[in-house]
């Protein structure tokens, strides 16, 4: 039995399949509508999610399986004091895969270790998102046709963002990928990802404060909101929150086939007056969560069209 929980528990050529099956969904819906007949996917949801959920249950629901779950823990037996690992025992005798999001970093780790069905992370923490990487990967792979030789400039809340933490880490693994870190001082990259990913294999990245310096050299500019529930004390994020704001002006110095990505929800760090610039990709990303997450569910239940 296979669980997804961190980025590197696939292979680069996993990986690969995935984003291919999910084109080949793309193209072809209905072979697909009704391979998981009779499955059942849990989404134990113990932080918000707009997209995440709602995009796991349309997956399901349109390779005709069903779901069920919660999308807030004081709605569940967690408010009663339940554990992560007594919650999942139990889900495991009524669906056939779990996604979970929970606050804790290591939560869905630790829901592996008790589960008797295949496990997603849907977020945990501050800490990894690897189905958001999918789906960021697969943008990536329908917006420039490969996902190698490209500069990427992650611009925001690089030490919470979980987002960034799990593309750089599966990013990593492509051929000649240059890193731009824009963030202020108080919110770079986390030590141990410097540490064990990018400088454990030689990458190329910089770490930068300016959004305008950097913006004329990049393929891709992954814009994150900063993360206020992460935070310790209001007036540190009240103070950081905006720091980038990516308005037309500041595109204008972006190459005309640059891609902007944000895995949203957005706050503020894009005017409203971006979304309709061709280089705006956040909302086809956003409908392109759907289709890798069916080919992940697919994976993991081992169900061929
Ligand atoms: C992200 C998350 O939950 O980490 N959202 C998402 O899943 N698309 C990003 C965020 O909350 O800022």
């Known amino acids: ?62 390779l005709g399986g069903r779901t069920l779950g919660f999308s807030d823990a004081s709605t569940s037996s ?40 295949p496990v997603i992370n849907a977020g945990d923490g501050g800490h990894n998102h690897p189905t958001q990487t999918l789906t960021d990967l697969l943008t990536i792979h329908r917006e420039f046709g490969h996902l190698d030789n490209l500069t990427i400039g992650f611009c925001g809340d690089l030490k919470f963002g979980r987002t960034v933490h799990s593309l750089v880490t599966a990013l990593c693994r492509y051929e000649n990928i240059k890193f731009i870190f824009i963030s202020p001082p108080e919110l770079k990259i986390p030590d141990y990802l410097k540490e064990n990913v990018l400088d454990a294999q030689g990458k190329d990245y910089v770490e930068v404060e300016s959004m305008e310096d950097a913006m004329p050299q990049l393929d891709i500019l992954y814009m994150t909101r900063v993360q206020k529930e992460r935070f310790f004390n209001e007036a540190d ?56 997450r069916m080919a992940l569910i697919m994976k993991l239940l081992e169900v061929h069209a």
């Open 1 to 62: 039995m296979r669980h997804l929980i961190d980025i590197i528990d696939l292979s680069v050529e996993e990986i690969n399949e995935l984003i291919t099956t999910a084109e080949d969904i793309i193209a072809n819906p209905t072979k697909y509508a009704e391979v998981c007949h009779g499955k059942k996917l849990a989404t134990l949801f113990f932080e918000p999610s707009t997209r995440t959920r709602l995009s796991f249950e349309a997956a399901m629901l349109d």
């Open 237 to 292: 994020y009240l103070r950081l929150r905006d720091t980038y704001i990516l308005d037309p002006e500041k595109l204008s110095t972006a190459k005309p086939e640059m891609r902007v990505l944000h895995p949203l929800p957005r706050v503020n760090e894009i005017t409203v007056d971006v979304d309709k610039d061709p280089r705006a990709c956040y909302f086809r990303q956003a409908a392109n969560g759907k289709f890798v």
């Open 78 to 117: 967690a408010a009663k004091g339940e554990t992560v690992g007594d919650t999942v025992q139990v889900v495991s005798g009524y669906a056939d895969i779990i996604a979970m999001r929970h606050p804790k970093e290591g939560a869905p780790y630790a829901a592996t270790q008790v589960s008797s069905i």
